[in-house]
């Protein structure tokens, strides 16, 4: 009971929950979950740009369309390699609420809340990523996670420094 209601607090306040793995049931999950947070870090940090004058943010907004085009390119090419069929993406429900909350903000009110989201969003791409590179039942896409997880860990350390 006490596990639960600290991650019901953490959950209420906004914070991401420790990246506890759990890779999704199947390869297409996967993919699926892969593609879609790539679309929304794609889809917030062209909504920033739009709006944004701190170069930090700026700077961090157009490197997540760099890497997170280059992420999409790779998980559609391990999912090639094992034939596992790629729908096009779709943002997750919070996600979409996520990008909703977005266009609401501007000024530095966007920014803050660019980056606020943008914490919560890669911890869970984290634990998305290395938990398939972890458990994954696809060797193709087990070493796509493994390949993307640093990167995402990477932008992780850059977040915490703004």
């Known amino acids: 009971m006490k596990a639960v209601s600290i991650a019901m607090m953490a959950a209420v306040a906004g ?9 999704p049931a199947t390869p297409a ?4 979950a892969a593609g879609a947070g790539d679309l929304y870090e794609r889809q917030s940090s062209q909504l920033v740009l739009q709006t944004t004058a701190d170069p930090k943010v700026r700077s961090f907004a157009q490197m997540m369309l760099t890497d ?24 997750m429900p919070d996600q979409s609420k996520m990008i909703a909350d977005l266009r609401a903000q501007s000024g530095t009110a966007r920014d803050a809340a660019y980056v606020a989201q943008q914490k919560t969003a890669h911890q869970k791409a984290l634990a998305l990523h290395r938990g398939y590179a972890d458990a994954g039942t696809s060797a193709p ?22």
């Open 68 to 91: 997170h085009a280059k992420s999409t390119a790779q998980v559609k090419a391990a999912a090639a390699r094992a034939k596992v069929p790629v729908a096009p993406p779709k943002l």
């Open 141 to 162: 896409l087990k070493a796509a996670a493994a390949g993307i997880a640093p990167v995402v860990q990477h932008h992780i350390e850059m977040l915490n420094a703004m």
């Open 29 to 32: 999950g996967y993919v699926a």
């Open 15 to 23: 914070f991401a929950a420790p990246a506890v793995a759990q890779a």
